[in-house]
């Protein structure tokens, strides 16, 4: 790597806007003296889990225990009632396990199980990263639950927080040799990016209290305060990519296997888009800046979509990965977290001048770009036959949330099973490999369950997603996990009307403008306003190739139905053949198509001048 950490010197800070160039240098956010002082995320969040007076942690603490995979929360649903009664918040924490490309053996699956079953709330979430999370952890089971994940073999380091997140891949490595070869890039890569810290095993693994008799954190069995020594924990060397103060945000890579592009490629800060001869992999396409999350009301916040940079061999993709984390960790601004992803530094910049610092810093060129063609961002269903002569069952799960008969379910199917199980970017779950001689089991167990493919459910129903959202997100502004069933329990009607059951239209539906089920990718997309009202996007790309566009502000249930009906039918009536339903409000003029991030707001703009 050619550059350290320039935060500090002022590289970062971009952020003029649309029309040009980096914004000031800003003093540094408070995450940024909270990351520089923490010893490497040491912080003292031992002492806040030990603190028996609250189930809460300290707020510095609570940032830092992110890039430990753990987000302090509390049951929304209780906070007027625990506010009434003079108590502090329902506090518990989210934990979240990093899996590159979604994939756990039954082992794990089993043990997770028992984590969901006996310290968190009984349910197990698929979350849109291909990762699991258990909700309602208390404080007091945080290390034993943390403990217990690593001890299956799986982390939560780094499944949150100001770092290269959970990698996703295209979840079917064994149907085909060519899927294998880009999983087993996705865990080098998600290996390679991982935080070094000591901090992590010190404080979940290794369980030891790591505070000497003055107080001052130091590591075990030295004695030694982390000052005096300067490549010790804290110092330098400790995080040779990171750094001290780690990146300017969190940072998200995904690897597309096409025809599908499930994992959304264009939505990640760093995508590759595998391309292949026959079986064999040849070469990664790299794309630069996505991201969804926005703000309400500040224009200079948008959704975007990555930008193709070149293509890269399969052994340059560790360096170019890196070299793209870097970039963004030396320039990515610091002071301002609403601007700090990497779609904001290009976006402020050029996305020429980041191809250039890229090969500068790279000391080679990215190759041309290659052609690739997308069909579906969707899952398949049901039985697949993989080359190997095992068999594939994509089960719907619906947004994620497994529970109940459904948990019991898969506990069953895990006991049984001797494949390996795969989660996918739209939430639902891949029992893979399954040998021929279990298949009829596993099915039946499936069955008995409530496990389904969806069977007699609408294509719209079978693709939809929803974020997690209320009670547990502290920043949901509406439901959505718990709402979207409804919504399509009142569209399905009609889509039978118009004989659209089986239309695959791609709906997502986020309880905030942040995105997490990349609503802005849908083809109908939702982001919660205020309890039980919704923005409604409509004209996304159906393989997630263009945002879609604001259609109706801040409207409730009926108005949502009213303004679909006749969009739903129209589309039954007029589309041409193929054609998406996405593309069809565009050319039918409902919306404007999206140009690109910086046209997200203009373009709405466009539209309501339209059709005024
Ligand atoms: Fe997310 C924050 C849940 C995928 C964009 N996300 C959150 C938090 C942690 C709320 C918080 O900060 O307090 C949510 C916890 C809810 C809960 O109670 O569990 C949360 N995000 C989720 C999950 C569980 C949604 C789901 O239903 O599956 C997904 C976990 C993924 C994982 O396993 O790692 C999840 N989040 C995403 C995605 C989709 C993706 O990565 O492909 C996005 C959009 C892509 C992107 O990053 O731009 C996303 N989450 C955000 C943002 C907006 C970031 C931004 O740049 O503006 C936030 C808020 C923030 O970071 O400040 C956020
Ligand atoms: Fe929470 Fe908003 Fe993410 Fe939904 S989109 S999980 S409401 S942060």
């Known amino acids: 790597m050619s550059e350290r950490n320039g935060h500090a010197a002022g590289a970062g800070a971009g952020g003029g806007g649309p029309t040009g160039g980096p914004r000031p240098a800003g003093p540094p956010s408070d995450a940024e003296r909270i990351k520089s002082s923490s010893r490497h995320l040491r912080g003292t969040i031992l002492e806040s889990l030990e603190d028996p007076l609250t189930g809460a942690v300290r707020p510095d603490d609570a940032a830092l225990l992110k890039f430990h995979g753990t987000y302090q929360q509390d049951d929304r649903d209780l906070r007027d009632e625990r506010r009434r009664s003079r108590l502090e918040p329902a506090y518990q924490f989210m934990v979240r396990v990093r899996a590159p490309g979604g994939v756990v053996a039954p082992a794990q699956w089993l043990a997770l199980d ?36 690593n001890q299956t073999l799986l982390s939560t380091l780094a499944a949150c927080g100001d770092v290269n997140r959970n990698v996703m891949c295209n979840p079917n490595p064994h149907v085909s040799a060519l899927h294998a070869q880009v999983y087993e890039h996705a865990r080098a890569l998600s290996e390679h990016l991982s935080p070094r810290t000591a ?22 069995g030295t004695g030694e305060a982390p000052a005096a020594r300067p490549h010790g924990p804290g110092g330098d060397d400790e995080e040779p990519l990171y750094g001290t103060t780690y990146l300017p945000r969190k940072f998200k890579i995904g690897i597309a296997v096409p025809p599908s592009n499930d994992v959304d490629v264009f939505s990640q800060d ?56 870097a970039v963004q960790r030396d320039f990515g601004d610091r ?84 494949g390996d199980f795969r989660l996918t970017p739209n939430q639902n779950l891949i029992v893979a490999r399954v040998s021929r001689g279990k298949r009829a089991r596993i099915e039946a167990v499936a069955r008995e369950h409530g496990l389904t493919a969806g069977e007699g ?31 399509l329990d009142r569209l399905d009607p009609i889509l039978a009307d118009a004989g659209l059951s089986q239309a695959e239209i791609v709906v997502r539906m986020s309880g905030c403008p942040n995105g997490c089920s990349r609503p802005f990718l849908g083809e109908i997309g939702f982001t919660g306003k205020a309890p039980g009202r919704y923005n409604l996007y409509l004209g996304a790309g159906f393989s997630g190739d263009r945002l879609n566009c604001l259609y109706r ?21 007029e589309r041409t053949p193929g054609e998406r339903f996405g593309d069809f409000v565009v050319r039918a003029g409902y919306v404007q198509a999206v140009a690109s991030g910086k046209d997200f707001h203009a373009a709405a703009e466009r539209g309501r001048a339209a059709l005024a």
């Open 553 to 573: 502000e801040n409207i409730g249930e009926e108005e949502i139905v009213a303004a679909l009906d006749p969009i739903l039918h129209h589309y039954a009536r």
């Open 114 to 149: 028992g984590i969901a079953r006996t310290a968190a709330d009984g349910s197990l979430r698929l979350t849109t990263r291909q990762s699991f999370q258990m909700h309602a952890v208390l404080k007091w089971d945080l290390q034993r639950t943390i403990a217990m994940v």
């Open 199 to 220: 901090a992590y095993h010190e404080i979940w693994v290794d369980g030891e209290k790591v505070v000497d008799s003055r107080g001052i954190p130091e590591r075990a």
């Open 457 to 487: 459910q609408s294509a719209m129903r079978r693709g939809a997603v929803a974020c997690v959202a209320l009670p547990t997100c502290g920043l949901a502004m509406a439901d959505a996990e718990r709402y979207l069933p409804h919504l």
């Open 335 to 418: 002071s301002d977290r609403k601007h700090a992803r990497l779609k904001y530094t290009i976006g402020d910049r050029s996305i020429e001048w980041f191809r250039d610092e890229l090969h500068r810093r790279l000391g080679w060129e990215l190759a041309p770009a290659l052609p690739y063609a997308f069909e579906s961002s969707g899952d398949r269903l049901g039985w697949t036959d993989g080359a190997d002569g095992r068999h594939h069952l994509t089960l719907l799960v619906e947004n994620g949330r497994l529970r109940g008969r459904a948990l019991d379910g898969m506990r069953e199917i895990a006991r049984i099973h001797d």
């Open 270 to 325: 760093l995508g590759f888009i595998a391309i292949a001869r026959g079986d064999r992999l040849t070469a990664f396409n790299v794309a630069v800046g996505g991201g969804m999350g926005m703000t309400y009301g500040e224009p200079a916040t948008y959704p975007n979509l990555a930008e193709l940079v070149g293509s890269c061999t399969p052994e340059q993709l560790i360096a170019v990965a890196e070299t793209v984390v």
